[in-house]
């Protein structure tokens, strides 16, 4: 019986032969891909454990390509082809199995970005070492994958043995080349040699609170050659890295999260500060926006007609400061409107009798 089969596959014609052994591979291929998800997805709804998920998401589809061209590459001996034939096949599969392999990599950096995000949360309140480390490894990353691009097309290129000597032939004009690639491109260089700054030095980090150009935001994204800002009213601020080197600018969490508001009121003299002072106090007590480092009411100011209060408070950070501002400016006006409306801004005139009267 197993003659039979194998004298059936031998009388088979050459395409015959050579699509069925191609679609056996590519079903190897995704079988074995398909075994792997499933294994990857059972220990993660057993275990919970975020790694299984990961290495699912990011690997399932680029493995659909490099896990079947790898069983070709395996069956290739055995397909019915001439020398030509089976040469420009095997030249084929290998270009495909070095991008694909590429892609994998590329993947698996993510994998790895993945699980250091998961271990660095941004979203805990004292997240300055998460936030560092996320600002360099976003850079690592972005550097890395266009190392690998270009390496994959280095390969591809050299793998073709005509373009390998007109390489050899051109190395001479690679100097003069080089030197007008860098004067054309001295600005992007910049730029390039900024982000390496600002990824290790980091005057500025991801998610961390800015203002630039007048405009108050955090860092949603920091790439290769420029800064994405994203404003409070969702509006998006895109800047050149090398502006953060070359111009001053406000970071509001440089060293921590936590920040000082103020809230600035202008009264008549008659205002009872030290009542104002004890509403302060109990409003801040009435909130969860006021994280109970500093309290503070003083006069900070004498005009002509009024005085300045300045209500100074803290919070865990600027979103929450800047609520807390609001909240306190908004309850102490109405406190003193309600109590003490005598002691609002006002206008004072002496009406001096006039001579007509004094007669």
Known sequence: MTRNWFAFFEHLPDLLWNALLLLAAIAAGLLIRFIVRKFLLFNYQRSNFYLFNEISKHLHGPSGYFLPLVMINILMPYLRLDKLELHNFDRLIEISLTISFAAMLIN???????????????????????????????????????????????????????????????????????????????????????????????????????????????????????VVLQIWDQRRLILPISYF?????????????????????????????????????????????????VNTLQVTDAKDRTIELRALMSAKNSGDAFDLRCYVRENLIKYIEKNYPGSLPRMRADVLPSKLQMQ
């Open 108 to 226: 698996t950096i993510r994998i790895f970005e993945a699980v250091v995000y998961h271990v660095y949360d941004i979203h805990r309140d004292n997240n300055l070492k998460a936030r560092r480390i996320r600002t360099q490894l976003q850079y690592i990353r972005q550097l890395v994958v266009a190392l690998i691009v270009i390496l994959t097309i280095a390969a591809i290129l050299l793998s073709f043995e005509n373009l390998r000597k007109l390489g050899t032939g051109l190395l001479g004009g690679v100097a003069i080349g080089a030197t007008i690639v860098g004067f054309a491109a001295q600005q992007s260089l910049g730029n390039l040699l900024a982000g390496f700054q600002i990824a290790f030095t980091q005057p500025l980090r991801i998610d961390d609170v800015l203002v630039v150009e007048g405009e108050w935001g955090r860092v949603e994204e920091i790439t290769l050659t420029y």
């Open 245 to 293: 080197i070359n111009n001053p600018f406000q970071n509001w969490t440089r060293k921590s999260s936590d920040i000082l508001g103020t809230v600035f009121l202008y009264m008549d003299y008659s205002v009872p500060v030290d009542e104002i002072r004890a509403e302060l106090t109990r409003l801040l007590s009435g909130t969860s926006l006021w994280d109970g480092r």
